[in-house]
């Protein structure tokens, strides 16, 4: 069973790709961020896709050996470059217009993790926020697509795959969540605590209208979907897999600065969120 996932930050993304690896599945992610590029994985290989400035189309791979690794969360780190070898400048991100000629070997991926851009869509559903990214749900409920891409093929492909939108039921533990890992923690230890709570319930207002902003988008252009619970879904299921691991496996990952040193903050932080919504 071929699937793709699409999920806001803090959505399950790990989770995610730790069942690719689990099961052997071969997984394309499309990094949902300001500079665009896949990872392809596979069992023994990880290769890079991405655009340079002039539209010339880039790849570059290494050999891994993923045994004993399966559920290793530190390991996923590595599909990110954080080395930054051959990403270009973060603050002047380029515009994929060419990236589409490569989508049939991401469509060959038994996984697909974060597929909007392949449909044109690209961006942080982070509106407001320190980068000024595009405001996502608004260009997918509007259909104003940045990319260039072959809009027919990626549909076609799409509606043959199962397309997964996945949400979260538990509003507290999503806030904590995000509270805990999904924003900058050098703002707390700039003593700068306001701009941080104001930046996480800005991705919170988005991660919660994300789903439906999705949703709508694949009701336009016919692609069928299934809404998957963070909280309750069955993944083996769902994604048609033999092995899993809890729903919360990750639900800490990258989170345990905040934890140890701002515990005693957290409880009002979402206290505070859940009175506004």
């Given at each position: 069973?071929?699937?793709?996932?699409?999920?806001?930050?803090?959505?399950?993304?790990?989770?995610?790709?730790?069942?690719?690896?689990?099961?052997?599945?071969?997984?394309?992610?499309?990094?949902?961020?300001?500079?665009?590029?896949?990872?392809?994985?596979t069992?023994?290989?990880?290769?890079?896709?991405?655009?340079?400035?002039?539209?010339?189309?880039?790849?570059?791979?290494?050999?891994?050996?993923?045994?004993?690794?399966?559920?290793?969360?530190?390991?996923?780190?590595?599909?990110?470059?954080?080395?930054g070898s051959m990403w270009m400048d973060f603050d002047r991100p380029?515009?994929?217009?060419?990236?589409y000629?490569?989508?049939?070997?991401?469509?060959?991926?038994?996984?697909?993790?974060?597929?909007?851009?392949?449909?044109?869509?690209?961006?942080?559903?982070k509106p407001g926020d320190i980068h000024n990214d595009i405001e996502l749900c608004e260009a997918l409920e509007t259909r104003?697509?940045?990319m260039n891409v072959d809009l027919d093929y990626s549909i076609k492909m799409m509606r043959n795959r199962?397309?997964?939108?996945?949400?979260?039921?538990?509003?507290?533990?999503?806030?904590?969540n995000f509270f805990t890992g999904?924003?900058?923690?050098?703002?707390?230890?700039e003593g700068k605590e306001d701009e941080y709570v104001r930046q996480i319930k800005l991705r919170l207002h988005e991660a919660r209208r994300l789903p439906d902003s999705v949703r709508s988008l694949y009701n336009y252009y016919k692609i069928p979907y299934?809404?998957?619970?963070?909280?309750?879904?069955?993944?083996?299921?769902?994604?048609?897999?033999?092995?899993?691991?809890?729903?919360d496996y990750t639900s800490t990952f990258e989170a345990n600065t905040v934890i140890t040193e701002w515990s005693h903050k957290i409880d009002k932080w979402i206290e505070d969120y859940l009175d506004e919504i």
């Open positions: 069973m071929q699937s793709s996932y699409t999920s806001s930050h803090r959505g399950g993304k790990s989770h995610y790709k730790l069942l690719a690896q689990l099961n052997n599945k071969s997984i394309a992610q499309i990094n949902q961020g300001r500079t665009l590029y896949t990872t392809i994985i069992h023994d290989r990880m290769t890079w896709y991405w655009e340079e400035y002039g539209g010339t189309v880039c790849w570059e791979d290494k050999e891994i050996d993923l045994t004993g690794r399966e559920t290793d969360l530190n390991y996923t780190k590595e599909m990110y470059r954080k080395d380029v515009l994929a217009n060419n990236l000629k490569i989508f049939p070997k991401f469509f060959e991926c038994d996984f697909i993790l974060y597929p909007l851009p392949l449909l044109g869509y690209f961006g942080y559903p104003n697509a940045w199962n397309n997964i939108i996945a949400y979260k039921e538990d509003k507290r533990h999503e806030a904590w999904g924003g900058d923690v050098t703002l707390l230890h299934e809404m998957f619970s963070l909280d309750t879904g069955d993944y083996k299921k769902v994604f048609g897999v033999e092995k899993t691991i809890p729903n």
